[in-house]
């Protein structure tokens, strides 16, 4: 089941959702996209940069292939606190938390900047709700 299927059980309910609880991971990396006091994917992209992974991060938003991240590299970008929270949300450990990250966080990025830039201002969440309703509705 791919991620575009899981977001899509989060939101219809469906029973369909895979073993690792992948849609309480996905809405806790939706949750962080769209908080201010992370900056949202915008700030996202910017610890990416500091953290000298700017290429990584520029694959996700360009529509070209997903470079991949590694379950370290998410730690040190987002920060040990920030996976323990999420480990903690989903009752996983914090490394478990930190794999799952690093494999759907290049897919979510992707996801929401479908024309190969950051969209300027507004919510992500709203945003990928709408991605999602035009997916199902239109």
Known sequence: MGLFDQVVG?????ANSPADA??????????????PQTGG?????QSFSHGGLA?????????GKNL????DQIKNIIGNDQVGKVASQLGI????ASA????????????????????EGGDLM???LELLKGKLFG
């Open 10 to 14: 989060a939101v219809t309910g469906s």
């Open 22 to 35: 992948g849609n309480p991971l996905i809405a806790s990396i939706m949750q962080h996209l769209s908080s």
């Open 41 to 45: 994917l915008a700030g996202l992209i």
């Open 55 to 63: 290429e990584i991060a520029n694959s996700w938003i360009s529509t």
């Open 68 to 71: 991949t991240v590694s379950p």
């Open 93 to 96: 450990t914090p490394d478990q």
């Open 100 to 119: 799952h990250i690093a494999e759907y966080l290049p897919q979510i990025v992707d996801k929401l900047t479908p024309n190969g830039s950051v969209p």
């Open 126 to 128: 709203a945003q990928g």
